[in-house]
DNA sequence: AAGTGATCATAAGCTTGCTTATTATATCCA
DNA sequence: TGGATATAATAAGCAAGCTTATGATCACTT
């Protein structure tokens, strides 16, 4: 109980507090390369993923719509990717690498290994691999929890609206 | 190498979106007593270190001052904390929890314990402690690794300053 | 004692998240 | 065919991070 106790008492904010120091940390480093952290996270899933609309993206990068947007204004700014009309659904916009966005990401590939590696120093690629795969447990069960609050919402609003 | 790479690819990304989903989660669940979800974090530290100074504070947060003033401005609007000087240093202001503070935070005991449940569904109490000390691991790795690129920064500007 | 440099809190302005609302277009059903 | 509902992208405005700069105070050196 005392170590389920210290879990209870540190876990959500233990995790913010990484967050940050992880996003000042790469921030830093990929200003060298004059793109931030949060727009490198879209360039990144656009090149595992070419053509995907921009909601899709959007859903895979656990962001809301309007947030993706203005970093693919930005993205576009620098001509590393570009929107493209969907032919059957003129509602749609597609997204693409351009060469300077394919290029950028070839000179950016060691520098998340190295951010990674440094991240993760002291800590076994067994132990690395185990911690990847309990973080995405936790994704699957935040994102679960938050289903289950809003429908809970719903209901409670239908019962008294 | 194949586990290795996978980590690679993933760590740093998936991270930031487990933050985010667990932000919307935290939010929503903390709105409930009026309150944030940062701004909660900052009360709970004030809890557990009363008579602190606000730099101190930034500290353990992992956060710039000017964030945290701007926090601490609003919990000092809603009563539950308050600004005290500092007797031997006039520049100093220290933290206290006011009498409906203490009661928030009494009142949400209980919830930091749910959504850390929610969160952790899964993963047994031996390696959700585990995680968490990989995480404090992480957390020193990358602050060092801060400290680290900012002096390397700082002898390049001294040598060609 | 006085000046130089550090430290504390805060201000101003930017980014990247969010929510809520708007516009255009699709889909569905009656 | 047409009206209600849903979906895609965007806009406006707020929250909470950041950097850089400022004013007040302190500490140290001379």
Known sequence: MTRGSSVDQNFL??????YRLLRVYADKEAS???ITRAQWAVLAKVERSEGMKQSE????LEMQPITLTRLIDKLCDNDWIERRSDASD?????????KSGRQLLGK???LKSELTANALD??????????LTQLETIKENV???IQTSGAEQARK???YG
Chains 1, 2 share one sequence.
């Open 13 to 18: 904010f233990t995790l913010g507090e990484l």
């Open 32 to 34: 060298r390369f004059g």
């Open 57 to 60: 993206l959007a859903e895979l």
């Open 90 to 98: 003129r509602r749609v916009k597609r997204l693409y690498l351009k």
């Open 108 to 110: 950016m590939s060691g």
């Open 122 to 131: 002291g800590i076994t690629p067994a132990d690395a691999h185990r911690l």
């Open 143 to 145: 994102r679960s929890a």
């Open 157 to 159: 609003e239908q019962r």
